[in-house]
């Protein structure tokens, strides 16, 4: 294996999710544009979407001009990437070691590779919890990874295709979509899906919207980090969209017809979503003798640094305590910001033997958009409390939390610029990708 090496300090993260690009980015412009220290971002893919927006990658829906490619992203703020998955650490040399990068007909691209560090960041995100659930991981489409979307955008609309054309209208069995898993990716995935079957049809591909959308929730309550008013209002909302609402019921296994339920129910789905839980990837567990909890995340203490003095972590690969609340800062987008904040001052610092910097989650609510229909959530603020919101005030609140990471990662201007041009993108071009 090669082995990467220069005598500035080292900073190497690895993941480019939201903490992670916006971590490089920042250290890219502060510590690597003066020369202070050389900042390398480590991601298994080579361009980034926001995650909360993957469900709309999955529906076809986003406009590809929101993704960013790291590799001019790196260029333009002074920070270099690597294509590269990582699969091992040794802490001893202070090395990470990244599995080779092969193409789609198993050719090796890249060969594996080493990267040595003095900082290490681990900003992995987090993959989705089967619980050990037979057929789970066979006959699931997960939204983990902007791949995955891509895929099941795919399998959409070919199964679209496959249902409808040139089938008799009055004999057509509807296709049948399950998505297991009532959070907000559950959530929003469903009635973007009943907004994309409605595009469908007016676009001529069938007469009328037929598709047949079930949420499955072991839960008695959907979206339980929101209050159950505002729960119980968008539970109405996508029955009144026609969603199927099967409260309570507990996946038991999956086959290629359908979703058994503890109760003995069978429901039967062309495609079927897993959106139940999430934790980090199995490679963590343990990482070098790094302490880790039961989700596979990293334990860190206050400043986000882990049992060993030179390596931090962040995101959902994290576990962080939230004091004065039960169990661990929440996997959410504003958290990861406010995280990636948090560590480019104390890296900063470390490089000047100055005191890491104490992170401090400020919960501003939550927020869950059902694409044109609704939007609905809790702003939580030390002057109004928490508010409930709803309709256009909350869809502005939810799409200032993007812009907040565009201005992260690429500024005022060009986020201006780019909100201008996907604004006219969207005049010409169709709403839905259907290829």
Known sequence: MAVETNEKHKIVIVGGGAAGLELATRLGRQLGKPGLAEVTLIDATSTHIWKPLL????????????????????????????LGRMEGLDRKKKQIVVSPTLNDQGEELIPGRTFKYDTLVMSVGSVSNTFNIKGVAEHCLFLDTTSQAFKFQKQLFESYLKSYIGKD???????????????????????????????????????????????????????????IKLAAATQQQLANLGVSLKMGRRVVEINRE??????????????????????????????????????????????????????????????CV????????PPRAQAAHQQASALAKSITNRLKGRPL?????????????????TTVGNLMGNL??????????????????????????????????????NAFRRSVYTKIKMH
């Not at 939230?322 to 800062?329: K, Y």
């Open 55 to 82: 469900h709309e990658v999955a529906a076809g829906t986003l406009d590809e001009s929101e993704q960013v490619e790291y590799l001019p992203q790196g260029h333009r703020n002074h920070f270099f990437f690597r």
């Open 258 to 319: 359908g979703i058994s339920t503890h109760d003995s129910e069978f429901i039967e789905a062309d495609l079927k979503v897993w959106a139940a839980g999430i934790k980090a990837p199995d490679w963590m567990k343990g990482l070098d003798g790094l302490e880790t909890n039961h989700l596979n995340q990293l334990v860190v203490d206050s400043t986000l640094k882990t049992s060993d003095d030179d390596i931090f972590a962040m995101g959902d690969c994290a576990a």
């Open 169 to 227: 209208p009055v004999n057509v069995k509807p296709l049948s979509i399950a998505i297991v898993g009532a959070g907000a990716t559950g959530v929003e995935l469903a009635a973007q899906l009943h907004e994309v079957t409605n595009v469908l049809a007016i676009y001529g591909l069938n007469e009328k919207s037929t598709v047949k959308l079930t949420i499955i929730e072991a839960a008695t309550q959907l979206l339980p980090a929101l209050p």
């Open 384 to 421: 109004m409390g928490t508010v409930s919101v709803g309709g256009f005030i909350a869809k502005i609140v939810y799409l200032s939390l993007y812009k907040m990471h565009q201005v992260a990662i690429h500024g005022y201007f060009r986020t201006a610029m780019l909100t201008m041009s």
């Open 322 to 329: 939230w004091p004065g609340h039960p169990g661990n800062v």
């Open 357 to 373: 910097v104490d992170f401090v989650y400020y919960d501003y609510g939550s927020l869950v958009s059902l694409g044109k229909y």
